[in-house]
C-alpha cells in the first residue's frame, strides 16, 4: 500500500490550456494590427492633407506665373 492513490492527469489541462492560450495570442495579435492600422491611417490622412495643401500652393502658383507670362 504505497504510494499516493491520488493521481491528477495534466492533459485535461493541457488540451484545454493550449487552445485557450493559442486564441488569447491570435486575438491579441489581432487587435494590435487593427491599432497599427488605425494609427497608420490618422498619420497617413494628416500627411495627406499637408501635401494637398502644397500641391494647391503650387498649382496657383503655376496658374499665377501663367497669367503673368501670357
Not at 18 to 31: A, R
Not at 40 to 64: G, P, S
Amino acid at each position: 500500500m504505497g504510494g499516493n492513490p491520488i493521481q491528477f492527469d495534466y492533459t485535461v489541462i493541457l488540451t484545454l490550456l493550449f487552445p485557450m492560450l493559442f486564441f488569447f495570442i491570435f486575438f491579441v495579435f489581432v487587435i494590435y494590427l487593427m491599432v497599427s492600422a488605425i494609427r497608420f491611417f490618422k498619420r497617413k490622412e494628416v500627411i495627406d492633407k499637408a501635401l494637398l495643401q502644397k500641391l494647391d500652393e503650387l498649382i496657383k502658383l503655376q496658374t499665377h506665373q501663367s497669367k503673368k507670362n501670357s
